[in-house]
């Protein structure tokens, strides 16, 4: 069984910052697997945010670039997505994701609300 559990996610004001975070526990080898965090906002659907693979290389929605910034600590089983200069049109849940070969988990989801 795995479990993927986001935090961090809240009411922010924009052009603020939040960092989310996504730990991973059960039977997972988490080194091995490419992690990414999308997003769904009402009445869309869920679209890739960031992602980043085992060596490190990352890839961004070009909406989000040079605002956003994903990482992984592979010794705390852990991906995070720093984000920063927030516009309300990033208010979504935003879902971790870990695939390897197919095999795939999702989280349940963290809320992100950026409104003043």
């Known amino acids: 069984q795995v479990q993927l559990v986001e935090s961090g996610g809240g009411l922010v004001q924009p052009g603020g910052s939040l960092r989310l975070s996504c730990a991973a526990s059960?039977?997972?080898?988490?080194?091995?697997?490419?992690m990414a965090w999308y997003r769904q906002a009402p009445g869309t659907q869920r679209e890739l945010v960031a992602r980043i693979n085992t060596s490190g290389w990352t890839n961004y929605a070009d909406s989000v670039k040079g605002r956003f910034t994903i990482s992984r600590d592979n010794a705390k089983n852990t991906v995070y997505l720093q984000m920063n200069s927030l516009k309300p049109e990033d208010t979504a849940v935003y879902y971790c994701?870990?695939?390897?070969?197919?095999?795939?988990?999702w989280g349940q989801g963290t809320q992100v609300t950026v409104s003043s």
């Open positions: 994701n870990a695939i390897f070969r197919g095999r795939q988990y």
């Open positions: 059960g039977t997972i080898n988490f080194s091995i697997y490419t």
